[in-house]
């Protein structure tokens, strides 16, 4: 990969709820363009707080974030949020839940059915497209929520346990569609998980935070080459070896 200006670039960011401690202190971290960024850390030690922040739906309390776009003097850099639990829209089907997507992009409405049925494809959901969310499988809708960000075509993934409420398997057939995907298309994602194993499998960079107040305690580059697949990684012994430290640092920032 070409080493590009970093596409979000956090520096010195401090967050704090009202006037008490503060949630998250000194948090720098530089996203290159197409980077797979994953984040672990112990539960509420405030990962979903930094997406928050990052997507501007928080204020920072100090510091500086910059998002920056794929041209310099380009239209405003575009972020994309996906959450645990879907936010699907219950009376609307598959097809009009990725026209959502379509419909923010600013996607000419001529061109939205074309794009639909390949995002369809592309999560593997044909034959599904008039059904209703409340129809489908835990794992079904996260891809069609998945379907509805890429249609939203964000410079920037930001992803909050989207898997973490899903069975073993599917979780990990998730992770493994989820980079076939990516590898395709090369955005920048943010993903936030307290699964170490799945951090490790999909990201290129994996970085570990501290309980509360949230600091980065170690960053771990990726030995792994792409294309990936996430299940065989695992009994690489490397794999294993990685998760080992980074189980000992998260013990240690307990
Ligand atoms: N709206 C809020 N008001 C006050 N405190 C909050 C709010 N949201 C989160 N927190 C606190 O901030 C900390 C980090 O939360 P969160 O970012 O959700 O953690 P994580 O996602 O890492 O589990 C927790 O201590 C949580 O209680
Ligand atoms: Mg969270």
């Known amino acids: 990969m070409t080493q590009a200006s970093p596409t979000l670039s956090i520096q010195h960011v401090a967050v704090a ?30 990962k979903s707080t930094l997406l928050k922040v990052i997507s501007g739906l928080l204020p920072a309390r100090a510091g500086q974030i910059h998002v920056a776009g ?15 639990r879907d936010t699907l829209l219950p009376w609307a089907s598959v097809a009009s839940n990725i026209a959502v997507g379509c419909e923010l992009s600013g996607l000419p409405k001529e061109k939205h059915a074309g794009r639909i049925a390949e995002l369809i494809a592309l999560v593997r ?11 489908l499988s835990g794992g ?9 960000l890429l249609a939203y075509d964000p410079d920037i993934f ?6 973490g409420a899903l069975d073993y398997q599917t979780k ?4 493994r569609e989820l980079l076939r995907i990516w590898e395709a298309s090369r955005r920048s994602i943010i ?4 699964d170490i194993e799945e951090a490790v499998a999909l990201a290129d960079r994996v970085i570990v935070m501290s309980t509360r107040p949230g600091r980065i305690v170690a960053i ?27 189980w000992s640092e998260l013990a240690v920032a307990d």
Do not use: W
């Open 17 to 46: 709820f009202n006037d008490g401690p503060p949630v998250i202190e000194d948090l720098s971290l530089d996203v290159a363009e197409g980077e797979f960024v994953a984040i672990v850390g112990p539960s509420g030690c405030g």
């Open 70 to 84: 794929p041209a310099a003097n380009g239209p405003k850099p575009r972020i994309g949020f996906m959450f645990q």
């Open 125 to 135: 959901l044909q034959g599904y497209e008039n059904h209703y969310p409340g129809a």
């Open 140 to 148: 079904m809708r996260q891809r069609v929520s998945l379907a509805r």
């Open 158 to 163: 930001l992803m909050d346990e989207p898997f």
């Open 172 to 175: 990990i057939l998730m992770g």
């Open 191 to 194: 993903f936030v998980t307290h």
């Open 220 to 246: 771990h580059q990726s030995l792994f080459k792409r294309p990936r697949d996430p299940r065989s990684l695992r009994g690489d012994p490397r794999f294993g070896a990685l998760v080992q430290t980074i």
